[in-house]
Structure formats: C-alpha cells, structure tokens
C-alpha cells in the first residue's frame, strides 16, 4: 500500500484546510485508516481514525468539533476537513492505513502551518 497526502499548507487562524490522502496498490487489504500529526519536539499524536466503511471514527480530544474525517473508498481517498484552525494545530500531518495483519502503512506527510 503506497500513501501521498496533499492538502497542506499555510493559513491564518480560524481559516479553513482539507487534507486529501489517495490511497494505491493492496488498498482492499486496508481496514482502518487514519490522520495522526507531529509538531515540533513532540511526539507523533492520534488525530483521528476511521473503519474501512466509514461507520466509526475516533477523534484526538483537542480536534473534536472542529475536524471531520471522511473517505471516498470508490477513489481509495481520505479526506480530512480541518476547521477552526488554531496555531497549535501546526504540525506535519501524515496518513496511515492499517491492513488486516495490523501492518501499518505511512505517507511522507504534509506540512500545516496555521499562523495566528
């Protein structure tokens, strides 16, 4: 399974992005897939994940409200809608995909950046 997030870049605080990760190969070997970030210094975080059929979704206390998850299987796409933006959500964003072996996949990542 190969991963390549877009999306990413520079805005104001308040201001809007959407992440898109577009999935390929052994993409009907994935069951879950997911957003997860890493600011500077810190440790990589769980920004949400969600099942192969979209039904259940798992959300870092610090987005909930503000982000929402969604995934186009037909496209083997993700997509994450980031609103509200905070200068704290500064981060390198990847996608991760989990396969039925719980083999976990990683894309390179995209830069967010939200100035204040």
């Known amino acids: 399974v190969q991963l390549v997030e877009s999306g990413g870049g520079l805005v104001q605080a308040g201001n809007s992005l959407r992440l898109s990760c577009a999935a390929s190969g052994s993409t009907s070997s994935i069951t879950f897939m997911g957003w997860y970030r890493q600011a500077p210094g810190k440790q990589r975080e769980l920004v949400v994940t969600?099942?192969?059929?979209?039904?259940?979704?798992n959300y870092a206390d610090s987005v909930k409200g503000r982000f929402t998850i969604s995934r186009d299987n037909a496209k083997n796409t993700m997509y994450l809608q980031m609103n509200s933006l905070k200068p704290e959500d500064t981060a390198v964003y990847y996608c991760?995909?989990?396969?039925?072996?719980?083999?976990?996949?990683w894309g390179q990542g995209t830069q967010v950046t939200v100035s204040s």
């Open positions: 991760n995909a989990q396969d039925y072996r719980y083999f976990n996949y």
């Open positions: 969600i099942t192969r059929g979209g039904g259940r979704t």
